[in-house]
């Protein structure tokens, strides 16, 4: 589709030729179509917590994973899965305007991406951290987990923060504010492109791993090598954390020297 800007209210069309006057840009932008990852890796890697699935990607060679700025706006949440994008932009008038509110937004890939969402989606949205730019409030929300989407991580902030709370979807943002999503600064512009979000690029079905520390993107190429090294990280860990609570000393058991790896190894094959 295509998209002109609203005049003001009070202002008359300047003929037919007005009317009809060619957009700057076609908008909304809609990205190619992308393949979803397995069910079953989606579940795996569900138990990797982002600390650990962070730390593996360094391992990997992937240095830049983890979204700076989202914070979980309720505690005690996990989601993981695809990510399906949002791409705000920089207003520019003569483009895209937000002064008519809603009515323009319906119009927009704010409304299109959620159209798109599918069970188990993580939408992730950039918006350059703006305090200005409440990217989703409650009817967008509510309409999100209507559709099965699984959790949201927003590079900038929302708005209608205790309607938003009540609806109990897992989400990460930098804040909130009473603003509108082009009330100020940016405008819904692209979905289902790459999006830089927390100075993190995220592709369109990349994993999404989001708990308490942050939210980590697993590129699915990496994500069952994550799985089945995470499983030992997570066990010697457990055991470590047991014999440190045990009065152990901490550089014995973390990381595991030679000896507490032999220790541990015997530990586990007790618990098969």
């Given at each position: 589709m295509?998209?002109?800007l609203p005049r003001?209210?009070?202002h008359?069309a300047?003929?037919?030729?007005a009317?009809?006057?060619?957009?700057?840009?076609?908008?909304?932008?809609?990205?190619?179509p992308w393949?979803?990852?397995?069910?079953?890796?989606?579940?795996?890697l569900n138990?990797?917590?982002?600390a650990t699935a962070c730390?593996?990607?360094?391992?990997?060679g992937?240095?830049?994973?983890?979204l700076?700025g989202?914070?979980?706006l309720?505690?005690g949440?996990?989601?993981?899965?695809?990510?399906?994008t949002?791409?705000?932009m920089p207003q520019?008038?003569?483009?895209a305007?937000g002064?008519?509110?809603?009515?323009?937004e319906?119009?927009?890939?704010?409304?299109?991406v959620?159209e798109e969402?599918?069970?188990g989606?993580?939408?992730?949205?950039?918006a350059y951290?703006?305090a200005?730019?409440g990217?989703?409030?409650?009817?967008?929300?509510?309409?999100?987990?209507?559709?099965?989407?699984?959790?949201i991580?927003?590079?900038?902030?929302?708005?209608?923060?205790p309607?938003?709370?009540?609806?109990g979807?897992?989400?990460?943002c930098?804040?909130?504010?009473?603003?509108?999503?082009?009330?100020?600064?940016?405008f819904?512009?692209?979905?289902d492109?790459?999006v830089a979000?927390g100075g993190?690029?995220?592709?369109p079905?990349d994993?999404?791993v989001?708990?308490?520390?942050?939210?980590?993107?697993?590129?699915?190429?990496k994500?069952q090598?994550?799985?089945d090294s995470?499983f030992?990280?997570?066990?010697?860990e457990?055991?470590?954390?047991?014999?440190?609570?045990?009065g152990a000393?901490l550089?014995?058991?973390?990381p595991?020297?030679?000896?507490?790896?032999?220790?541990?190894?015997?530990w586990r094959?007790?618990k098969?």
């Amino acid at each position: 589709m295509t998209m002109s800007l609203p005049r003001p209210a009070g202002h008359e069309a300047d003929g037919a030729a007005a009317a009809d006057a060619k957009p700057v840009w076609d908008l909304p932008v809609h990205g190619e179509p992308w393949e979803r990852p397995d069910g079953e890796l989606v579940r795996s890697l569900n138990r990797v917590s982002s600390a650990t699935a962070c730390a593996k990607l360094h391992e990997l060679g992937i240095r830049r994973s983890y979204l700076s700025g989202p914070t979980a706006l309720d505690l005690g949440n996990k989601v993981t899965g695809p990510a399906r994008t949002l791409q705000f932009m920089p207003q520019r008038e003569d483009v895209a305007s937000g002064l008519a509110q809603e009515y323009v937004e319906r119009s927009t890939a704010l409304w299109a991406v959620l159209e798109e969402v599918q069970p188990g989606d993580v939408l992730v949205v950039q918006a350059y951290g703006s305090a200005f730019t409440g990217c989703l409030g409650d009817m967008l929300v509510r309409y999100f987990k209507r559709k099965g989407g699984a959790g949201i991580v927003v590079d900038g902030r929302i708005r209608d923060a205790p309607r938003v709370r009540e609806l109990g979807v897992p989400i990460w943002c930098t804040g909130t504010t009473p603003h509108y999503a082009s009330q100020s600064e940016l405008f819904p512009w692209a979905y289902d492109v790459p999006v830089a979000a927390g100075g993190v690029l995220t592709l369109p079905g990349d994993l999404v791993v989001a708990d308490d520390d942050g939210a980590v993107v697993v590129p699915v190429s990496k994500a069952q090598e994550i799985v089945d090294s995470a499983f030992d990280h997570e066990q010697w860990e457990e055991f470590s954390r047991m014999r440190i609570d045990q009065g152990a000393r901490l550089s014995d058991y973390y990381p595991l020297s030679p000896d507490s790896r032999e220790e541990y190894e015997q530990w586990r094959a007790s618990k098969r």
